[in-house]
């Protein structure tokens, strides 16, 4: 089975319809590791394009910050800001899918999904100290996570040594390939489809094809531009434009 890994796509349709195109014909089922809204200018048109694939998804954070079920004194104030705007935006229709997502660990074998982690859905997995913790959870050889918006992971090997997973796909590179060993534990970060954080401004995602133990990351170039004018129509806040730009 080979599996289109989706995570972080906030509001970003160019973003989104641009990494359907390029991996069109390349998958046969759709896996969505959660934050489809939040930031971008396209809550209802994502919602929209992703309800059509009728992927197995799990919420993330900026979900509930939409749907009004967590405290958004907590997040920073951009992102209060954005969310806000979304709760305003969306229909009643793409609102009630909201709903309908459930929260990770997701069992889809022979991988799991999460959001943030295996311990909690909204824990940011940043370094191997964090990892450490998550790996003895681990239902599959293979758990995919989003909400770090950085593109790469981690591995634990069977003598319990670790290290981080980096792909390392340069300019005018557009893939970058890693062979699953069954006997590790991996954590594989798909990266951002439409806000990345790892100073790459491509969008990014992952194709696992499991029959073949191959994780193949991508990057692909899409018009940000056109989100980001988006975003000025919208009044959202500046530095959520600049910041699709950098990559950061």
């Known amino acids: 089975m080979r599996f289109l890994i989706l995570s972080d796509i906030h509001s970003n349709l160019e973003a989104l319809n641009t990494v359907l195109e390029h991996a069109a014909g390349k998958y046969d089922q759709v896996l969505c590791c959660g934050d489809i809204v939040g930031y971008g200018p396209d809550p209802n048109g994502v919602i929209e394009r992703i309800r059509v694939l009728n992927p197995r998804v799990i919420r993330g954070n900026h979900e509930k910050a939409a749907l009004g079920l967590v405290d958004l004194s907590l997040f920073n104030p ?14 009643a229709e ?3 899918y909201l709903k309908q997502i459930p929260a990770g660990p997701l069992e889809v074998p022979p991988l799991t999904l999460v959001h943030g982690s295996l311990l909690d859905e909204d824990q940011y997995l940043v370094d191997l100290e964090d990892a450490l913790e ?54 594989v970060n798909p990266g951002a489809v439409g806000q990345p954080r790892d100073y790459d401004s491509r969008a990014a995602f992952v194709i696992y094809d499991s029959d073949e133990q ?35």
């Open 78 to 91: 951009l992102a209060k800001r954005a969310a806000l705007w979304t709760q305003d935006e969306l229909t």
């Open 94 to 96: 793409n609102r009630i």
């Open 134 to 187: 998550n790996f003895p959870l681990a239902q599959h050889a293979v758990t995919f996570f989003g909400h770090t918006h950085i593109q790469g992971g981690f591995v634990r090997f069977q003598d319990g040594r670790a290290g981080l997973l980096n792909p390392e796909i340069k300019r005018g590179l557009s893939e970058s390939q890693l062979r699953i060993d069954s006997e590790q534990h991996y954590l």
């Open 214 to 248: 191959l994780v193949r990351y991508f990057r692909t170039s899409y018009p940000l531009e056109v989100t980001q004018a988006k975003m000025v129509a919208a009044q959202l806040p500046q530095y959520l434009i600049d910041r699709l730009s950098l990559g950061r």
